[in-house]
């Protein structure tokens, strides 16, 4: 549907003038933006409509993505981009004196996840919608989003993110689709009619009520859904429920987000939550599918069904389907597990073995007793069914149930026909190293998909003018079709589109260095190679080695040898549990802190932590960025997706050739990044042969030693216990993240990069490659990948509104 400015200048003054009695030049920032998302909602309500009723006609299969966390950021303007009505809105608001960008400040950031997990299942929303296939994400609504990071003293402190304090402006309450979801309790088999039925007793009861928000596709008159489930207490539940005690128990399922990444916490809490989303997302898919699909018929449902399990968080979801089909629907139970592995497929997103989740048998049986009596049987026919097939100790090694835990890994392996990994290498080590005996059993399961990004939010609207550039140069074409951004290397040798570029990234500089002015007090030039590292902080991913360099290049500097200028920028949140990496951001923040105070430094150096890292500060950073810090322990980053927001920004990589950041090597060419470090082979031999010793490589490099020395020797101000710890950690026998090992290496490609900055043309070029190839990482060709070759999806035929 097209708006016109004139159109939408009197929807705007009307909104106003019914919600707040008020004129546009009246009203508060807060209150243009309520108004603006009422109209913006207005605007893709029709289409929402229709999208559910082609659905129910053309009845398509559909994808239900269920994911423990969301991380969509804000979604005003990526609405209005992709209604078609970014442009005109934006410069209706001109004409009445209004900046879109100062309203869109009001929306707060839906920070539902914590980091590449979380932002990657929101992006496959939005490519899902784009793309044309119904697909649906099904997840929890959290009161409190993921904590609101402060520094105090250079310590992380975390506060309550409480995103919904002023309300959501894009959910729908459906209290209509509610289901019931049960905990705890006994459950006796009782014989109805021939048929085995659990019988429940004591049970917790929980109301699941779904709030739908809107996933508007990019022009394309689609809108599909995402569902977040609260919980709630029943409403025939008020009598068994008396006490604010049991409130607050229910409140509490949907209250935190858990605030760790790669980092998996055994609590009965978490468990609940997964139960819990999981539970009533299937319940409402098969109530549509007994209404609206094939009533009865469940052998159907793999042809109108694929549920993607995002992760080993909704796991359960291969137990909780066969309890629905068994018990509920009454369906044999191996026809039921033949349905079952038919609909499910999961993607693993890290080696990590601290984040796979194991749960103990004694907690799951008295959650959820039901399902730990399915869970063994699905183990029992498991290793019925590979005896004598395979060794003892392969069926041990891969079985469900083992040591007094259930592997929930291992369950969605086992339940699923499509087991994926998010990166080529990463894929190749599942297969090879983390998962190679289900490999050796099951290898027609196992496939790649490389994660990618939306490139609609991350150049089209966090970076409009080179948006406007590509428009210039290449046509518009590639806003909807990404293949198009590959002719944009054709202006390699093109002097006035790599002055523009040149140009843009100086000005996207000089607007960060602004919000870094008024967030910091700190003042940088905008002329300095501005230097990027932005993800969760963690020991694998190597801020260490980032602050290495930087001590180095503090020392030299101080020794009169000369650098061109830098500004490092950090964003990261650290759980807030894990120790080392606190003590990480406490020494990056007093070193910070002695750098940017040192008259002998100057700006030659600055060192900028900026708080609360989240997609919405992501958008300011990455635009202006100059080097992408992606530089990780080899084998240890699944994909890495900061690394391609980045590139298509313009931003050169330095990377260890880990991840995704191969295929970004192999997009760009070698000589188009920075890459360095240890090989994997190199990392698995230190592994094996337990033959990494740092402190001989501390003792006889010079550069290195007075590197981490200046962690424990006074140097660095108010860090002591925590320079400590860092240092002893760099120096420990067969530190398995090998910062020191890769210590050299890094600072050899440090100085290539700065001799590639002093050509200036030279950088430009290799940043235009970057931006042109960028398109291989366009999530929309992920996602097709996975409707085609794991979900089996035929887009929806809808109607383009005019
Ligand atoms: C992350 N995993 C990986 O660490 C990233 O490399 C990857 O890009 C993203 O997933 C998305 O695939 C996790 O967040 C988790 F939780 F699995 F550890």
């Known amino acids: 549907m097209r708006i016109t400015k004139e159109e939408f200048k009197q929807r705007l003054a009307r909104k106003v003038r019914n919600y707040y009695e008020e004129e546009i030049s009246e009203a508060s920032n807060a209150e243009l933006f309520a108004a603006l998302s009422a109209i913006v909602r207005d605007g893709f309500a029709p289409q929402w409509r229709r999208t559910r009723i082609s659905e129910k006609e053309q009845k398509q299969k559909q994808v239900y993505y269920f994911s423990i966390e969301f991380l969509p950021g804000t979604l005003l303007k990526s609405n209005l981009l992709n209604l078609g009505w970014l442009e005109t809105v934006s410069e209706a608001l001109e004409d009445l004196g209004l900046d879109l960008d100062t309203i869109a400040t009001a929306e707060p950031d839906m920070a539902l996840g914590n980091g590449g997990l979380g932002r990657l299942a929101a992006a496959f929303m939005d490519s899902l919608a784009s793309t044309g296939y119904t697909g649906n994400g099904n997840g929890i609504r959290y009161k409190y989003g993921l904590f609101k990071q402060k520094f105090v003293n250079g310590y992380q402190k975390e506060l309550p993110n409480d995103w919904l304090k002023s309300q959501d402006y894009w959910e729908v309450r459906r209290e209509s689709k509610s289901v019931l979801v049960r905990f705890g309790g006994q459950v006796h088999m009782v014989d109805d009619n021939g048929w085995l039925v659990p019988q429940y007793e004591g049970e917790e009861v929980v109301r699941a009520v779904p709030y739908d928000i809107a996933i508007v596709g990019y022009q394309n008159g689609l809108t599909n859904t995402l569902r977040l489930w609260d919980a709630e207490i029943p409403p025939e539940g008020e009598l068994n429920y008396p006490t ?41 898919i098969l109530n549509y599918y007994v209404k609206e699909i094939a009533k009865h018929d469940f052998s159907e449902l793999p042809n109108y069904v694929a549920i993607h399990i995002n992760d080993t968080h909704p796991a359960l ?8 089909l068994v018990d509920k629907y009454r369906v044999s139970w191996d026809k039921a597990w033949n349905i079952t592995v038919k609909t499910m497929s999961y993607t693993n997103h890290t ?112 970076n409009p003018d080179l948006s406007k550039l590509l428009d210039k140069t290449i046509g518009k074409e590639w806003r909807a079709n990404s293949d198009e951004m590959l002719n944009f290397e054709k202006y390699l040798h093109n002097s006035e589109t790599l002055n523009s570029l040149k140009k843009i990234k100086y000005d996207n500089k000089v607007k960060l260095a602004k919000l870094i002015k008024d967030r910091t007090g700190i003042i ?9 590292q932005v993800k969760r902080l963690h020991a694998y991913k ?47 923040n007093e070193t910070a802190n002695m750098i940017n105070n040192d008259p002998d430094i100057h700006d030659k150096l600055k ?52 991840g995704a950041n191969i295929e970004i090597k192999d997009a760009v ?9 240890l090989a994997k082979d190199e990392v698995y031999k230190y592994y094996a042969s337990k033959s990494y010793h740092p402190r001989n490589l501390y003792e006889n490099d010079a550069v290195m030693k007075r590197a981490v020395d200046s962690l424990i020797d006074g140097t660095i101000p108010n860090s002591n216990s925590e320079g400590q710890a860092l240092f002893n950690n760099f ?66 035929k809808i109607e383009k509104t005019k």
């Open 244 to 284: 604010i005690e049991d409130r607050r128990r229910i409140e509490d399922i949907t209250s935190i987000l858990y605030p760790d990444d790669s980092n998996y916490e055994g609590r009965l809490l978490r468990l609940k939550q997964e139960y819990f989303f999981t539970s009533a997302g299937l319940q409402s």
């Open 317 to 324: 979801a291969v137990a909780e389907m066969m309890r629905l």
């Open 351 to 462: 080696i990590m073995q601290e984040a796979l989740e194991k749960w103990e048998i004694s907690m799951m049986s008295e959650l959820l007793p039901r399902i730990m009596q399915i869970i063994t049987e699905i183990d029992r026919r498991y290793v019925e069914n590979l005896k004598n097939k395979v060794s003892d100790e392969v069926i041990e090694r891969t079985r469900i149930i083992k040591d007094g835990k259930v592997r929930m890994a291992h369950l969605a392996i086992i339940g699923s026909h499509s087991i994926n990994g998010v990166a080529e290498l990463h894929t190749q080590l599942l297969e090879t190293e983390v998962l190679k005996d289900f490999y050796n059993l099951y290898p027609e399961r196992f496939n790649n998909k490389t994660n990618g990004i939306t490139l609609r939010r991350w150049i089209q609207i966090a």
């Open 524 to 532: 940088v030039d905008p002329k300095a190679i501005f230097d990027v």
């Open 542 to 588: 190597r801020q260490t080695l980032k602050l290495l360099h930087i001590l180095h290049l503090y020392q030299d500097l101080k020794a009169g040898i000369d650098h061109p200028k830098r500004v490092v920028i950090f964003g990261a949140k650290a759980a807030p549990s894990y120790v080392f990496a606190k003590q990480v951001i406490k020494v990056i």
């Open 607 to 658: 060192v900028i932590f900026l708080e609360n890292y989240d997609v919405t500060l992501a958008e300011k950073i990455i635009p202006a960025a100059d080097v992408s810090e992606q530089i990780s322990t080899t084998t240890k980053e699944a994909s890495g997706t900061s690394n391609m927001k980045l590139m298509a920004n313009g931003a050169l990589t330095v990377a260890t050739m880990d």
């Open 669 to 677: 060419g070698e000589d188009n990044i920075f890459s360095f470090g």
């Open 731 to 796: 120096l420990e026998d067969n530190e398995q993240f090998l910062v020191l090992a890769d210590f050299s290496s890094y600072i050899k490609i440090q100085n290539k990069l700065e001799q590639a900055w002093a050509q200036e043309r030279l950088w430009y070029q290799m940043s235009l490659v970057n931006i042109a190839h960028s398109e291989r990482f366009d999530v929309d060709k992920t996602i097709k990948r996975y409707a085609k070759e794991i979900w089996h999806l035929n887009q929806l």
